[in-house]
């Protein structure tokens, strides 16, 4: 079935310096990968998305990666801050259908 | 537009209660989806409803969970009887439809005693 996999599980880095999180899917059609921020207690928000005919988006600080042949998507924070701490899901979304698979989520940590 | 809207925001009962959690959809929103996010199991996909008919349950856990969608404006997630295993924060989420944003509601925090 459809699977989406999400690498760190946790992630601690120096306030100031740069984030990565990368996400592999398996459905080769999907077409429209988003990213969530969820703070503790709170509910996951959309921060940045990305369709399949573009190979890159920024917004400010962060920006995300599609690579459709290696089936890798990757979301980069730069010049993090503390209130970067979170956890952050990626999703894909299943062709033919109207639903997304997420990924297992990382907590980042900004350390200030 | 007040976005995704849940309630209750918090429900504690007892084992062998019924519970009903209740989500109104983003307006013009054509899909609705309900989720469940523990721990262990991370954000599953219980059931997703595009133009109020049910199109997936197939992450509904068993037969004590079933929803309802009436109208485009209002879902109901209900579990009869509860056990202290469907603890977990739901969450409601809703879209204009395939490959569109998806926009979560604030969630039900359930804990069954």
């Known amino acids: 079935g459809e699977n989406v996999e999400q690498h760190p599980s946790t992630l601690s880095v120096q306030e100031g310096d740069s984030a990565v999180i990368k996400c592999t899917y398996s459905?080769?059609?999907?077409?429209?990968f988003p990213w969530y921020k969820q703070e503790l207690g709170k509910r996951p928000q959309l921060i940045i998305d990305i369709r399949s005919n573009v190979g890159e988006k920024k917004d400010q600080r962060i920006a995300v990666t599609l690579n459709k042949t290696a089936k890798h998507f990757s979301l980069h924070i730069t010049e993090t801050q503390p209130e970067d701490s979170a956890v952050y899901f990626c999703?894909?979304?299943?062709?033919?259908?109207?639903?997304?698979?997420f990924g297992t989520g990382t907590r980042l940590k900004v350390l200030a | 537009d007040a976005g995704v809207i849940q309630s209750p925001r918090h429900e504690v009962t007892e084992m062998g209660q019924e519970v009903t959690l209740r989500c109104k959809p983003i307006?013009?929103?054509?899909?609705l989806f309900w989720y469940r996010q523990t721990m262990m199991r991370g954000l599953e996909l219980l059931i997703y409803?595009?133009?109020?008919?049910?199109?997936?349950d197939s992450g509904m856990p068993e037969d004590r969970f079933s929803a309802k969608m009436p109208n485009a404006s209002f879902s109901t997630l209900k579990i009869q009887p509860s056990e202290p295993r469907d603890s977990a924060v739901y969450f409601c989420?809703?879209?204009?439809?395939?490959?569109?944003?998806?926009?979560f509601g604030s969630g039900t925090q359930l804990s069954v005693l």
């Open positions: 989420a809703s879209s204009l439809g395939d490959g569109e944003k998806l926009f």
């Open positions: 307006s013009g929103h054509n899909s």
């Open positions: 459905d080769s059609a999907s077409n429209y």
């Open positions: 999703a894909a979304s299943v062709t033919g259908t109207y639903k997304y698979i």
């Open positions: 409803f595009n133009n109020n008919v049910p199109i997936d």
